[in-house]
């Protein structure tokens, strides 16, 4: 198991050093692309995996041990970089309780894992004891992660939690939507303000497929 993680942790940081250098070799010799190295690594480690994970868990709950994998394998098909990997496994993993009826406390408390520094410092709960102003709402996977985690935990209703998350700023619609997956999966549809579901665009159409993903999870294999 180790080495079979050292191995996807090499080639992960592989293959953003060889898309870096293809793009400095396109700037040196071309002198006209306007992605800078920046851009790239921002690419790779930015939040969109993780702003779009909750379906993939809803159909994996019955199976942890799916449910980590698949987490892994969403994120490297698009943002193979180290940081939103583990920040899919572990968003993964405080999903995979809340679906399966366990509360807040317990879902977001320390879990045993093999994580990076930073996500280690946050499985520990450091964002529990943070203020307003230390919370970091970027477009940053692993800064997105702890701001939505810091809304919900500080909020005991999801349009509480909705509404902290959205105006920490920033890279807002991010943090309120994976803030929004955490608050779903803690207080279900009823909890969710009438008022707001009444105006989602073809709303019948999305609870059909919720419902249809949510009944077609296969049984647990682990």
Not at 15 to 20: A, E, G, Q, T
Not at 53 to 74: L, V
Not at 138 to 162: C, M, P, Q, R
Request: hydrophobic share 45%; charged share 25%; proline share 2%.
């Amino acid at each position: 198991m180790l080495e079979r993680e050292l191995g996807v942790f090499f080639l992960s940081y592989f293959r953003v050093f060889m898309l870096l250098v293809l793009v400095w070799w396109v700037r040196i010799n071309f002198g006209r692309c306007k992605t800078t190295v920046n851009d790239l690594v921002i690419l790779f480690i930015n939040n969109s995996a993780l702003i779009c994970h909750a379906p993939a868990e809803i159909f994996k709950r019955k199976s942890f041990i799916d449910g980590w994998r698949d987490a892994s394998i969403q994120s490297e098909a698009t943002h193979c970089a180290p940081e939103s990997i583990d920040s899919c496994r572990y968003f993964n993993t405080i999903l995979h309780y809340l679906l399966n009826g366990y509360g807040k406390s317990e879902s977001l408390a320390p879990h045993k894992m093999s994580l990076l520094v930073r996500l280690l410092i946050i499985n520990a709960g450091e964002y529990k004891e943070k203020h307003r102003d230390q919370i970091r709402s970027s477009g940053y996977v692993i800064d997105t992660l702890e701001a939505a985690l810091w809304a919900v935990w500080h909020t005991d209703n999801f349009k509480d939690a909705i509404l902290l998350a959205a105006n920490l700023a920033d890279d807002a619609d991010s943090v309120a939507a994976t803030a929004g997956q955490l608050a779903g999966a803690l207080y279900g549809l009823s909890g969710i303000p009438q008022e707001w579901v009444d105006k989602i665009v073809d709303k019948d159409r999305i609870l059909s497929m919720a419902e249809e993903l949510f009944h077609l999870a296969p049984e647990e294999t682990d």
